[in-house]
């Protein structure tokens, strides 16, 4: 017994000194593992310094050399051999002016900026992969595409219409606008690819890879091919008659017709690099049969290989994703170091991790707006000037589409009376906060294509009673729902519009609606739905009316939404069926005409009769509210899509105490 | 539990199928459309479907009995010579001619040397053209064999031939007879491939169809690829499991350790004031929905609440996690828990403690607690020893049935809190109409619901010595 106790004492006591042994052990991995992180670290910031050293060095030596070279020049008289200089290109049309303009008037990068941080924003939902042909999202495009891909030229930031050079650095248009030459730089590689190195599998990547017209040829090559899910892509290049290697850095597209457009889809085209997605996870080429098809769901997919200013680090679902400065660009690099996204779905997050820090920029929702700014106490972060906010119109309208195929809305006093009814100043002052502008038509209100001329009809529901009445819509048997005889058919006017569901502020601005139609006699049911389900129904033409809203381009082509040979498309952008022989004609002269004066004209021509066709009953174009904090500075949101571009911006946290610095 | 497990599996894809919505549509951002991103043409998205086999019927096949007069109707309906046709029946004709593929073959070429109509002949070579291209074989295969390659290539190269063997609508007469001439002469030296003997018939029947292709997939193990990623579906549900385990085995565990012991202290003292107070609060707590206490505990609780700025707002680990060491890794990963954690486990307390008290009350009244208390065992051996192991056995029992829910995750903890496991997953693939990944969630929780009622049956036979499955 007594013998047995001590045992059990003795066993006791091993397992304390066991336990203390294994707690001891932990720690000190943890601090190994601590030190570890710690040297890592450390060796990153050398490699990268050295890194940089390098790059200067190189610079360094080719300005020596090239300085030697001049001396020899002058020192030897008028012969000398040319050094390969970047003005020594040949070119094909040495008269043809540069189409491309550099951009004197915009500074990217001031010299008191900052050239460190980080800028963590919010991002809604997964992306669907990062293939650069397939994957068709508005976000992304804003996101990973405006950052890390780059295309032949860009918009100028402060004049739309002038293009300044990147991929090419020169391009030469013929007369005609069929012929574009375009001349690559030879100086941009593409980025090294995200994979793990360390893996012998990955080798055949390994190495410096130029951008070259074979990647160009290769991209057109994939569009073209209908395997390739990028339909809407196809669809702008469906009038290239060839586009031709004339050697590796110089490319010729021509096209069939003189359209407008191919100004913006041969220079805004962005090359995707062969040596990634032309072969298989082992370096294998595909076969030509299925390569399509495998682009599709290519193992590079996750992840993005481009030549841009950023280049992409890491995506991990339902968490980030990263991007970091490239410092091998070929042009002025943008201030902040690293970019990040966080994924999350819910909304709630975003304000709550403003306040907390974690994230640096974010757009407020409408609620959001109402509660943190105009309801806001006055010590909120929102308040006291530790978040700035500014208010700013997003190019896109909302519109209500009439199904003109529908016996009700196919006579254009009808429309007209719809928007008669609909009370959009009083409804985007109080139920949407404000946040938008009223629209008369189907251009960005503050695009030159608008003509501020052409007022937004006022709500007067007495001429949406003359209208509907002159239309043949009468109360015949007096139960207050106007009827009309059709074919000997009395029909009451009764519809019904859907609606997504999610918004808060439509549903109410709808309900509003439908009382004053009440007024008229009108009977409107209200579906609110799922997207995918309303998108169907509205590909079946299965409606009667429906809320939308579109974002727009700059200068945008309206054959999308309003040719009527676009009518009877499938999943075609023009669901109302809108047909009209006039609009057809201008839109279709707008698509050859280059003179800018002139296209101005038409599109005020064009506006002015959808206004008179009414369409659409057109709503407002929306106002986005951009939030930031005090330490991101040089905010500015640029006309042009993506209106949040942070590569002018740059971060100082300087003047802040350091005892919160967000995660 | 396999006829079981295919009648789910065959309901739950039928349920799917007839849901209104369909993937592949241009899915966009959920606020609305995008202007450059409308209008994708058909022939990508007849690629699309063909991966998916959403041109097959759903559970049969008749297409290999389809009448000509049928074909040319929907050929009139495309035409819509006289304007009559609204968009969405020609639409709807578009859709269906697609669909058929190979079936309408035979009947188009009749329709062509058949009809006068010039506008109908020409929409039926469009047709035929896209129509009579085959598949590759194995397209989306790693590798394959040089025989199935030679084959593609041929496939390939006859494909490219029949895809420009059309004309414009205003050609000349004769250039229009001569592509109705070599199309006669392609049918004649194919014909073999589209007349179907009568086995062939059968196996069209019941197997060429998205529900025989489907479960043919499943017979590999192979759950197909994402409609939305086009990556594997197993392999994206693998790297949502562990943050879904991470946050349901815990919550289990608790609810259990904190759920048992209140249920055996209200039997023990059942009916007293301490029984009362702790059923009111434990029912007070199950009527609070999760979602409004997780957005209350986000708001008070988090950084940035204003309130007791203790845990993180959201998300499973820092973004700095690369810095950190394992210890503080999972520090980080558990602080990250807490709030997903108290919203997941509090709602469950009332029905597990209600189980336990139930249980070990109907044990306390028993003959053979009785016996032991005359043997002068204490209170505490009486309860401890003998009621609670033999009171704790309908419990057991829950056990087996939660294990789907584990896996499968809590879809509004986790959509609120931002953690990226599996609830968000199949809320994301609702939205967004993705088949392949829907259906295998719901097969692995059907087959792990499955598997916990067997392992809960077997657990009642270790525990209870008195149920045998003799």
């Known amino acids: 017994m007594n013998k047995n106790f001590t045992l059990e004492v003795i066993k006791v006591l091993l397992l304390f000194f066991f336990v203390l042994l294994m707690g001891i052990n932990i720690l000190q991995l943890n601090n190994m593992e601590n030190r570890l992180i710690l040297s890592a670290s450390k060796i990153e910031s050398i490699l990268e310094t050295n890194k940089q050293t390098m790059i200067s060095i190189e610079k360094l030596n080719s300005k020596i050399q090239s300085g030697v070279s001049v001396k020899n020049g002058s020192n030897n008289g008028t012969e000398d051999k040319k050094t390969p200089q970047p003005e020594a290109r040949k070119w094909l049309h040495p008269e043809v002016k540069n189409y491309l303009v550099e951009e004197k008037d915009f500074v990217l990068t ?67 606008y069929k012929e574009y030459t375009i001349y690559l730089r030879k100086d941009v590689k593409w980025h090294k690819p995200a994979v793990d190195w360390s893996n012998p599998r990955y080798d055949w990547l390994k190495g410096d890879h130029y951008v070259t017209s074979k990647d160009v040829k290769f991209t057109i090559d994939l569009i073209l091919n209908p395997q390739v899910e990028c339909a809407s892509k196809r669809n702008y290049y469906q009038d290239l008659e060839y ?56 193992w590079y ?44 779905g819910d909304t709630v997050q975003n304000v709550l991790k403003m306040k907390s820090k974690e994230l640096d920029f974010i757009g407020l929702t409408s609620t959001q707006y109402r509660e943190e700014i105009l309801n806001g106490k006055a010590d909120s972060p929102f308040k006291n000037g530790q978040i700035h906010h500014q208010k700013f119109l997003v190019s896109s309208y909302s519109y209500i589409g009439w199904n003109a195929d529908n016996f009700i809305f196919s006579d254009k006093r009808v429309r007209k009376a719809m928007t008669y009814a609909f009370n959009r100043k009083l409804l985007l002052e109080n139920v949407f906060l404000g946040l938008g502008e009223l629209t008369s038509g189907p251009f960005f209100v503050k695009a030159p294509a608008y003509d501020q001329n052409i007022k937004p009809y006022d709500f007067n529901l007495e001429t949406a009673k003359t209208l509907l009445s002159e239309a043949g819509w009468k109360d015949i048997d007096n139960d207050g729902i106007l009827e009309k005889n059709i074919k000997g058919e009395v029909k009451e006017f009764e519809f019904s519009l859907l609606s997504f569901g999610r918004s808060a502020e439509w549903k109410a601005a709808i309900n509003i609606y439908k009382e004053d139609l009440l007024k008229l006699g009108i009977k409107m049911n209200i579906q609110t739905l799922d997207w995918a389900v309303m998108q169907k129904r509205m590909e079946d033409r299965e409606f009667d009316a429906y809320t939308g809203s579109w974002t727009l ?111 | ?13 039928v349920i799917m199928n007839l849901a209104p919505g369909k993937p592949g549509g241009e899915l966009l951002s959920a606020e609305g459309e995008s202007g450059e991103a409308g209008g994708a043409k058909r022939q990508a998205y007849l690629i699309f479907k063909q991966q998916f086999n959403l041109d097959k019927p759903i559970l049969f096949n008749l297409r290999f009995a389809i009448k000509t007069e049928e074909i040319e109707g929907y050929l009139m309906q495309i035409v819509n010579e006289d304007g009559k046709t609204s968009g969405k029946y020609i639409i709807r004709a578009q859709d269906i001619l697609e669909d058929y593929g ?84 392609w049918y004649d030296k194919t014909k073999s491939r589209f007349a179907y003997s009568a086995p062939e018939k059968v196996y069209k029947f019941l197997f060429d169809t998205r529900f025989a292709r489907y479960w043919w997939n499943l017979l ?70 999760s979602f409004f206490v997780a957005t209350l505990l986000l708001t008070y609780f988090s950084e940035g609440g204003g309130y007791y700025s203790v845990f993180p707002t959201g998300g499973y680990i820092s973004r700095n996690a690369m810095e950190m060491t394992t210890l503080t890794q999972i520090q980080d990963v558990l602080w990250h828990l807490v709030l997903p954690l108290i919203c997941m486990t509090y709602a469950s307390f009332a029905s597990l403690s209600r189980y336990a008290r139930a249980g070990l009350l109907e044990v306390i009244r028993s003959d053979y607690i009785r016996t032991a208390r005359a043997k ?51 809320i994301n693939a609702i939205f967004n109409r993705d088949y392949n990944t829907i259906m295998g969630i719901q097969l692995i929780s059907a087959t792990l619901l499955l598997v916990g009622l067997l392992i809960s049956d077997i657990l009642y036979s270790i525990v209870d010595p008195r149920i045998s499955f003799k």
């Open chain 2, 102 to 185: 190979e079936y309408s073959v035979p009947h188009l070429i009749k329709i062509i040397n058949k009809t006068e109509n010039s506008k109908i002949r020409h929409m039926a070579i469009s047709y035929l053209s896209q129509n009579a291209q085959r598949r590759i074989i194995n397209p989306y295969a790693t590798e394959l064999d040089e025989k199935t390659k030679e084959e593609n290539k041929e496939i390939d190269a006859e494909n490219l031939y029949l895809r420009d063997l059309t004309y414009k609508l205003d050609s000349p007469e004769e250039q229009q007879q001569a592509v109705v001439q070599k199309w006669n002469e």
């Open chain 1, 301 to 344: 997919n996750m992840k993005f290989v481009g030549c841009g200013a950023y280049e992409f680090v890491s995506y991990e679902p339902g968490v980030a994703i990263k991007l970091k400065r490239n410092e091998e660009y070929y042009d002025e690099k943008p201030a902040i170091k690293e970019l990040v996204w966080l994924i999350y």
């Open chain 1, 553 to 663: 381009p700059w200068e945008q082509d309206p054959y999308q939404i309003w040719h009527s040979s676009q009518a009877d498309q499938p999943k075609s952008s023009n669901r109302i069926g809108f047909r009209n022989k006039e609009v057809d004609k201008l839109i279709e002269e707008l698509r050859s005409t280059f003179e800018q004066e002139q296209r101005i004209k038409l599109y005020h021509k064009i506006h002015a009769i959808i206004h008179e066709e009414e369409p659409y009953t057109f709503f407002y174009s929306s106002m986005a509210v951009y939030t930031w904090q005090d330490y991101v500075k040089r905010v500015m949101l640029s006309k042009l899509r993506p209106h949040a571009d942070s590569s002018p911006w740059y971060i100082d946290k300087s003047g802040m105490a350091t005892d919160s610095g967000g995660k």
């Open chain 2, 220 to 289: 590999h193990l192979d759950f197909g690829v994402s409609h939305v990623d086009k990556q594997p579906v197993i392999k994206t549900i693998l790297s949502k499991i562990k943050y879904s385990l991470s946050l349901s085995v815990p919550a289990v565990f608790l609810a259990y350790i904190i759920s048992i012991p209140l249920g055996i202290f209200s039997a023990v003292k059942q009916n007293t004031y301490y029984d009362r107070i702790i059923s009111t609060v434990l029912f007070l707590l199950y009527s609070l929905p």
């Open chain 1, 110 to 176: 001031p010299p008191e900026a900052k050239t460190d941080g980080v800028i963590v924003r919010y991002y809604g939902t997964d992306p669907k992969g990062f293939n650069p042909l397939t994957v068709n999202d508005a976000n992304l495009s804003e996101c990973i595409k405006n950052y890390a891909s780059e295309s032949f030229a860009t918009h100028h930031r402060n004049n739309p219409s002038l293009w300044r050079p990147m991929l090419a650095e020169r391009v030469e248009i013929t007369d005609d």
């Open chain 2, 376 to 426: 002068g065992l204490s209170e505490f051996m009486v309860i401890g020893k003998h009621a609670v192991r033999n009171g704790m056995i309908p419990i057991i029992t829950l056990l087996g049935t939660i294990l789907p829910v584990v896996i499968s995750g809590s879809v509004i903890i986790e959509y609120i809190f931002g953690i990226p496991g599996m609830g968000t997953l199949s």
């Open chain 2, 1 to 13: 539990m396999i006829p079981t497990f295919f009648s789910i599996s065959l309901i739950v894809f």
């Open chain 1, 243 to 298: 586009c031709k290697v004339l050697d590796d850095y110089t490319v010729i597209f021509r096209w069939k017709t003189k359209t407008y457009n191919s100004i913006n889809f041969t220079l805004g085209l962005e090359p995707i690099p062969e040596f990634v997605y032309g072969y298989d996870e082992y370096g294998k080429p595909y076969p030509k049969e299925n390569l399509g098809l495998k682009f599709n769901e290519h």
